[in-house]
């Protein structure tokens, strides 16, 4: 888990103009909130977020004029078609608190002779952990699986301190059996309709 250091500053300028603004200048409006607190309102480097932005669950220490809030990101926003961030928000995690995240499911491993089909039912995986301790991924084996077979959220090892956020019997792969192509259609029969 690694933890990323950014400044922040306030923004008091609300609305679509002042938004526009903030991103001319390079930088991502925010909103820091939890714990009961009244929600701050930031802006924060474009180009250090999105590096930090690159290891999911991250955990950054903002620096607001001096004093320190932890944060993990909680909804991400970005432009549909260049994918530049657009708006964050974070939410206030204290060491050794528990919070309920979701982390990538990685596969592994090759499936059992028979040409099944590898289905992803969840790519990620919910899971409660401390929030300094969040695992980056789980790693899921598929090796030897046939057709039919599956592997349940309770079958994945996590790693420790973490516990499952999910329902134990929730499938998170599964192997298909392949759909046959229907035939394609006699041409014939168009001939003989005109």
Known sequence: MSDVKISAEPRNEFGKGAARRIRREERVPAVVYGHGT?????????HDLMMALKTS??????????RQELVIPKAVQREAIRGFLVHIDLLVVKRGEKVTVEIPVVVEGELAPGGGLLEHVLNTLPVEAEATNIPESVTVSVAGLTIGDS???????LPAGSSLAVEPEDVVVQVLQPQAEEPAAD???EEEAG
């Open 38 to 46: 009244d929600p701050v309102h930031v802006t924060l480097p474009g």
């Open 57 to 66: 669950n991250v955990l950054i220490t903002l620096d607001i004029e001096g």
């Open 151 to 157: 592997v349940l959220a309770k079958d994945v090892k």
């Open 187 to 189: 041409a014939g029969t």
